[in-house]
């Protein structure tokens, strides 16, 4: 089993940046694809980018590629979205997402293992 915990989410403001974090813990001997996904109150939870266990490649949503990018620290088992130029649009629940198959997937369906989620809300 592996477990994923969030951090970093925060109150901004539209143009400001944020970083969050993602921990995997428990059976991280697995090479883990990596992903993050938000939720925006009353839609349903969206794909934002996806990264391999190598970095190599990483992939992401159209309205967040440009101000959006996905890392990861392997010795960490940590993957990182750092986030530019906030907008409105933004706000919403960023969950962690990971699966054992060393790819990553555009849907839900393609992970196993979630985190509980961090907030992020942006204020114009």
């Known amino acids: 089993q592996v477990q994923l915990e969030e951090s970093g989410g925060a109150l901004a403001q539209a143009g400001d940046s944020l970083k969050l974090s993602c921990v995997a813990s428990?059976?991280?001997?697995?090479?883990?694809?990596m992903a993050w996904f938000r939720q925006a109150p009353g839609q349903d939870r969206e794909f934002v980018s996806g990264?391999?266990?190598?970095?190599?490649?990483?992939y992401y949503a159209a309205d967040v590629r440009g101000r959006f990018t996905i890392s990861r620290d392997n010795a960490k088992n940590t993957v990182y979205l750092q986030m530019s130029n906030l907008k409105p649009e933004d706000t919403g629940v960023y969950y962690c997402?990971?699966?054992?198959?060393?790819?990553?997937?555009?849907?839900?369906?393609?992970?196993?293992?979630w985190g509980q989620g961090t907030q992020v809300t942006v204020s114009s």
């Open positions: 997402a990971a699966n054992s198959d060393n790819t990553y997937y555009r849907t839900e369906a393609g992970y196993r293992y």
């Open positions: 428990g059976d991280t001997s697995r090479r883990l694809a």
């Open positions: 990264i391999s266990w190598g970095g190599a490649s990483p």
